[in-house]
């Protein structure tokens, strides 16, 4: 009796071996994780090494960057998204602007619709595709300025989306 306990028992504890056909094939599930590349590069308007603006006076608005043509289509910066993911590209200057400048950027040539870019983070362009590139023109508004040189450093970063 216990010879047949133990055989029983070892046959209700052994996985069953189901058969499959062409009208019963085997399915099981396949899958993969591939990490997400955020990788970008960014190119300034040809022959800019960096985003320089020259007003005509202390008083001048919607001055383009030096090398960007809005009239015929130069962005100063074109941002390549070279991951696999969509991303969205933001940009922020590492310290205030000095009061009497404002500066300014849009993805489309346009002044008008232009946000302002401060030592915050601004959303210049959204979901850009992989192998895809976004431009971003800029103007700066200087209003009662101060005479001399001044410099501050953009950044530009992206976030997956």
Known sequence: MKKLFG????????????AYD?????????SWSVPSDTTFSVALASPCAQ???????KDTNEVEAECQDVAT??????MTNQGNVNLTFKASLTATMPSYVVLKGDSGGDYAGADTITNGLTTINSSIVA??????????????????????TLQVSDVEG
């Open 7 to 18: 055989a029983i028992s070892m046959l209700l504890l052994m996985p069953l071996a189901l």
């Open 22 to 30: 062409s009208g019963s094939p085997y399915s099981v599930t396949v």
């Open 51 to 57: 985003v320089n603006f020259l007003p005509a006076d």
């Open 131 to 152: 192998g895809d590139t976004a431009d971003e023109y800029l103007w700066a508004d200087f209003n009662t300025a101060i005479g001399g040189n001044g410099t501050r």
């Open 73 to 78: 289509g130069v962005p100063i910066l074109t």
